[in-house]
């Protein structure tokens, strides 16, 4: 016990010792593998895409409870009355971001809606076809 020890002691203030213990690895990494270490990082073994073509609003509750069972929803809307398309994509759209899914429009009346899991990635040729790509906002020439 030092000085310094005996002085902080004097005022009431014990100096504990801080030990520091090495944690030893494993010298090959056939010792670190065991059964209870292995996570499966697939937790759906098949993913399931559901297809429609609705004709009533009254199907939009279904097609919620897909995206809620993280299966994605390609809808196809040609054959929906407009007022009635409008309804059914703005209830899916709500659902879709109360999930924190995505979505995205496919073509003119066709819509592609996802759970969180999955993520639409955007090809960058297909934005090069659009017109007027060049004339966007925030691109530099």
């Not at 520091?20 to 990494?29: C, D, I, K, S």
Request: charged share 25%.
């Amino acid at each position: 016990m030092g000085f310094g020890d005996k002085f902080w002691s004097w005022l009431g203030i014990e100096h504990e010792e801080v030990r520091e213990e090495l944690l030893e690895l494993p010298q090959n990494a056939e010792e670190s593998r065991s059964p209870a270490n292995i996570v499966s990082i697939h937790t759906n073994k098949t993913m399931k895409v559901v297809i429609c073509e609705p004709e009533s609003f009254d199907e939009v509750q279904i097609l919620a409870d897909h995206l809620k069972n993280r299966r994605q929803v390609i809808m196809n809307l040609e054959a929906t009355p407009p007022d009635m398309a409008q309804r059914i994509i703005d209830f899916l759209s709500g659902t879709t971001y109360a999930l924190d899914g995505h979505s995205q429009q496919l073509g003119r009346q066709i819509f592609l809606f996802t759970p969180s899991n999955v993520e639409i990635a955007k090809d960058h040729r297909t934005m090069m076809r659009r017109p007027g790509w060049l004339n966007s906002p925030g691109v530099d020439r």
